[in-house]
């Protein structure tokens, strides 16, 4: 159960680093200047969007036996550990409009929004269909989300001024390979292969 908690949370705080969420949250923060209504909105964003993703994840894996679902994802984070390398750019006016809102609605919506089929959301259906507890892994995947974000509303770009963004997507990519790896090996068991 624990597992079903840590591992969502380590994998969408790696996936966020760079990512256009985190983007938007630190020009949320420069934009608005009060961290609190939009860290309060990326927490309700988050924990909507993750939630019907973690959802999905738990029909999906409803349909397919262990050994099926272990390869389909296998395959899952072998695409997302290659997305995870392509740099994200924000679009300035996809939050331009929403500002009339104020800083805790704006957040909501714009996080709501581009959290749509981002590769955290994603991370999410795929979490939920490996691990038997989607609420947990939706506390995980936003307990990821603020990790990276909350941050960045608070302090600025940390992390990206000390540490080259490249590095930081690579780190990301490589635990999403090693995830690969995992659901590979126990396909290979499931499927009597190992």
């Known amino acids: 159960m624990l597992e079903s908690l840590l591992v969502p949370t380590g994998i969408v705080a790696l996936a966020e680093i760079g990512d256009k969420t985190q983007l938007l949250a630190l020009l949320l923060a420069a934009r608005f200047r009060k961290p609190w209504p939009i860290i309060f909105g990326i927490i309700v964003a988050t924990l909507a969007n993750h939630f019907a993703a973690g959802a999905v994840g738990n029909w999906v894996a409803s349909f397919f036996s262990a050994a099926t679902l272990s390869w389909i994802l296998a395959a899952s984070f072998v695409a997302v550990a290659l997305w995870t390398l392509v740099p994200d750019k924000l679009d300035d006016d996809e939050s331009s409009s929403l500002k009339r809102?104020?800083?805790?609605?704006?957040?909501?919506?714009?996080?709501?929004?581009?959290?749509?089929?981002?590769?955290?959301?994603?991370?999410?259906?795929?979490?939920?269909?490996?691990?038997?507890s989607f609420v947990m892994v939706?506390?995980?995947?936003?307990?990821?989300?603020?990790?990276?974000?909350?941050?960045?509303?608070?302090?600025?770009?940390?992390?990206?001024?000390?540490?080259?963004?490249?590095?930081?997507?690579?780190?990301?990519?490589?635990?999403?390979?090693?995830?690969?790896?995992?659901?590979?090996?126990?396909?290979?068991?499931?499927?009597?292969?190992?």
């Open 101 to 132: 809102y104020g800083p805790f609605l704006t957040t909501l919506i714009a996080f709501f929004l581009a959290e749509m089929g981002d590769k955290t959301q994603v991370a999410t259906v795929m979490l939920a269909a490996q691990y038997p």
């Open 138 to 194: 939706v506390i995980g995947t936003t307990l990821g989300m603020l990790i990276a974000n909350v941050p960045v509303v608070l302090a600025g770009n940390f992390a990206a001024d000390r540490l080259p963004l490249t590095l930081i997507r690579r780190l990301a990519a490589t635990a999403f390979a090693l995830l690969a790896i995992y659901a590979a090996y126990q396909a290979m068991k499931l499927s009597g292969i190992i």
